[in-house]
C-alpha cells in the first residue's frame, strides 16, 4: 500500500468519530487533506458541522467541499481538531510545521476539547527529533532572533545548526501569519518540555513545533492495518 493510502486510511478512520453538530478544528498537510475531502463527502451527505480552518490552503480546501466554516473569534471553542503531525512519541508528543501551519494548528489545538493525530505509521518514533524541528519567527531582528535560539539550544546540549526555510527562487518562505521558519535539525530531544519552554521565552519566536499535552489520541495506519492511542 502506498503512503498516499495509508493517510486516507487514518483519515477514514477519523471521519468516523465525528458526529452531528460537532464544531471541528480542520488541520493542515496531505493527511488532513484526505480528511477533509473525505469529511466534505459527508457534509454533502447530510452531516452537519463547522469547521475552523488551520491554514489558508485547508480555508480554500473546505470551501471548495462545502464545508461550513467559522473563526475562533464567533466559536472560541471547539470540540475536536484531526491534524496530522510530522513525528509523534508513544506519549503523544508531536512535532508538527513541516508544512508551515504551525501556529494556526496550535491555536485551534489548543480551543479544541480533543485533538486526534492522524498518520502513516512511519510518523512514530522513540524520541523526538528525527524530523528537523520548525520555529516560527517574526521577521524583525532574524538574525539576533536566530541567535538567541542557538544559544537555547547549545543550552539544552542540542545542534544549534538553524536553517532558514526557504520557499520558490530561493526565497524566504513566509507563513499564513508572515513570519520565517527556522528549522532545527536536533537528532534526538530528551527533554522537549523543557526545550518548548525556553524557545517560547525567546523574544521573536512566535511558535514552534513541539505539541505537547495537546493531542488525545491518535490512529497510526500501516500495512498491518490501523492503529489508535489514545481517545478516539
Ligand atoms: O504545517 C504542517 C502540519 O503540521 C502538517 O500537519 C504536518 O507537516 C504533517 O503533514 P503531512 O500530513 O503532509 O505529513
Known amino acids: ?22 464544531r ?17 463527502e459527508k457534509v454533502r451527505g447530510g452531516l452537519k458541522v463547522t469547521g475552523v480552518p488551520t491554514s489558508e490552503a485547508t480555508r480554500a480546501q473546505a ?27 508513544a506519549t503523544l508528543r508531536l512535532i508538527k510545521g513541516g508544512g508551515g501551519a504551525l501556529l494556526r ?29 520548525p520555529i516560527e519567527v517574526n521577521p524583525f531582528g532574524l538574525e539576533a532572533t536566530r541567535r538567541a535560539v542557538a544559544h537555547v539550544l547549545e543550552t539544552h546540549g542540542l545542534p544549534t545548526t ?35 519552554e525556553a524557545l517560547v521565552a525567546v523574544p521573536g519566536v512566535v511558535e514552534h513545533g513541539l505539541f505537547i499535552g495537546l493531542a488525545t489520541g491518535a490512529i497510526l495506519a500501516g500495512d498491518d492495518g490501523v492503529v489508535e492511542y489514545g481517545t478516539i
Open 105 to 133: 494548528e496550535k491555536i485551534v489545538a489548543a480551543a479544541s476539547t480533543r485533538m486526534i493525530v492522524i498518520a502513516d505509521a512511519s510518523k512514530k518514533v522513540e524520541t523526538l527529533g528525527r524530523f528537523a524541528l
Open 24 to 40: 471541528l478544528g480542520l488541520g493542515t498537510g496531505s493527511t488532513a487533506h484526505h480528511f477533509v475531502a473525505l469529511l466534505g
Open 162 to 196: 538553524l536553517r532558514l526555510r526557504t520557499a520558490a527562487k530561493d526565497k524566504a518562505f513566509v507563513t499564513d501569519g508572515g513570519h520565517f521558519i527556522l528549522d532545527a535539525e536536533l537528532g534526538a530531544i530528551d527533554a522537549p518540555e523543557a526545550l518548548a
Open 63 to 89: 470551501l471548495a467541499e462545502g464545508i461550513p466554516l467559522t473563526t475562533l473569534d464567533e466559536t472560541p471553542g471547539l470540540d475536536l481538531t484531526v491534524d496530522g503531525a510530522d513525528e509523534l512519541d
Open 1 to 22: 500500500m502506498s503512503g498516499d493510502d495509508l493517510k486516507r486510511m487514518a483519515a477514514a478512520r477519523a471521519v468516523e468519530a465525528v458526529t452531528d453538530g460537532m
